[in-house]
């Protein structure tokens, strides 16, 4: 059988292993639901980046929001990359782990002007700016405390990543990033208010993008307009690209990254750009592959329509089925012998979007453990409490060491911050 996406993840004899460690196993010792994460697969998802981008001036900035596991952005952090923040949170989270400030960039439509001045004092690289009102707001919070901001506008080029409606951001409709036919406009302004210093270009068209053209169609819209820009005496350093690269769940085949950047470098070239800084932001594709969600099967409940089986795990432990009807793939951990039968495999929550996997054909009993896979990204950073349920215990594994990286919540610590009525 042959799973889709990480090669550090197979079966050997019956037994599921990511790297060398049976997956079965880590749940008996430290319970269900369990996200696992494998810092081999994660690094060898950052390599075709930086070999790609080797040789010119470049920063991967790894896209927090993705998995923002204090031991992952450590993992990130030593192997040289930037981070791609969107709130304070994020920003004390990468300082923790040992982030590096100046290679941080700042994005997002709403930033607070607590968060500006946080960002500003820690000395971020730059604020991916998406409005004329953040910019003026900026440049207030910047002169009030004598910091200059290096900004970068988020421009929208309006093409179609063709991925799901909701993780599709680069089009007219969509709320982010500056219009096409007002940024340089918004250039001009940057240019002209105290506190602002423009450095860069970016723009993020989507996520689970598998197709290399809208990069580069967005690219000759964001090139075009930095030709413009500069036309008037504003200085471009650098050219950030977002992030959006998909990865495979069952049968996609998205382009290996150092494919997507050797054509999206060549067209920079040919168009004489090549000499500017080049910053990519992407998340799910470092992490996405490198992660499975385990659970534990607690009861089959056979139906005259449909058959259900009912798992630990849970739309408050992992949300994509439930909001975007995701499809993720699921196996069981131990591979048994026999035949399969066709069963919705469904978590305890009271919501019939409470699915993880529909019709999937599964040879299953109870007590058995499945594997969610491709689960490292968007997984435990959408984690709710939903249904007062602890959020999962998270474990790190690289060869046949394993890490717990964050204990499982007690169901003391879900009402610690409430109290009662004093009368
Ligand atoms: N940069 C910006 C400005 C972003 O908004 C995002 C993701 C990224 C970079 C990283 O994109 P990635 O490389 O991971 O595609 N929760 C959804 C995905 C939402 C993506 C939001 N923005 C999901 O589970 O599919």
């Given amino acids: 059988m042959t799973l889709p996406g990480s090669p550090f993840l197979a079966y050997q004899g019956a037994d599921l292993f990511l790297d060398d460690v049976p997956l079965r196993d880590l749940v008996k010792q430290h319970g269900s639901p369990l996200y696992v994460y494998s810092r081999r697969a994660m690094l060898a998802a950052l390599a075709p980046y930086q070999r790609a981008l080797q040789g010119r001036a470049h920063l991967v900035c790894y896209a927090v929001k993705a998995n923002s596991n204090l031991a992952v952005l450590q993992t990130f952090a030593k192997a040289g990359c930037g981070f791609d923040i969107v709130s304070e949170g994020e920003l004390a989270r990468v300082l923790a782990a040992g982030g590096e400030a100046g290679k941080v960039v700042f994005s ?39 910091r200059t901001a290096r900004v970068s506008l988020r421009v929208n080029p309006d093409v179609d990543a063709g991925t799901h409606p909701y993780i599709s951001t680069g089009l007219k409709g969509n709320k982010f990033g500056v219009a096409h036919e007002v940024a340089l406009a918004t250039y001009r302004r940057a240019a002209s208010l105290p506190g602002i210093e423009v450095v860069g270009i970016d723009c993020h068209i989507g996520s ?38 998909g990865i495979t769940y069952t049968d996609e085949v998205p382009p290996a990254a150092d494919v997507l950047i050797g054509q999206l470098l060549a067209k920079i070239d040919a168009r004489g750009h090549g000499h500017r800084e080049i910053v990519f932001e992407p998340g799910r594709s470092l992490v996405g592959n490198a992660g499975v969600l385990l659970t534990e099967v607690m009861f089959l409940k056979p139906g005259e329509q449909k058959n259900f089986c009912v798992v630990d795990a849970a739309m408050n432990d992992l949300m994509r089925p439930a909001l975007y009807e995701a499809y993720m793939s699921i196996v069981n951990t131990q591979q048994p012998d026999g035949a399969t039968e066709v069963w919705d495999v469904v978590g305890p929550v009271c919501e019939s979007g409470d699915w993880l996997g529909r019709d999937r054909a599964l040879n299953v009993q109870a007590g058995d453990v499945l594997a969610v896979l491709s689960a490292g990204a968007y997984g435990m950073t959408m984690a709710s409490n939903y249904n007062t349920r602890g959020r999962a215990a998270e474990l790190m594994v ?22 009662l009525l004093p009368v």
């Fill in 108 to 146: 997002g439509v709403g930033k607070t002007r607590r968060e500006m001045r946080l960002a500003l004092e820690a000395g971020v690289r730059c604020f991916n700016v998406e409005s004329t009102a953040e910019l003026e707001v900026l440049s207030q919070v910047a002169s009030e405390i004598g």
């Fill in 208 to 245: 689970q993008i598998t197709e290399v053209s809208p990069y580069l169609d967005a690219l000759d819209r964001v090139l075009d307009l930095v030709e413009a820009i500069e036309a008037e005496g504003i200085r471009i350093h650098h050219l950030d690209l977002g992030g959006g690269l």
């Fill in 398 to 419: 690289d060869g046949n060491q394993v890490w717990v990286v964050r204990e499982r919540e007690a169901v003391a610590d879900l009402f610690k911050l409430e109290m």
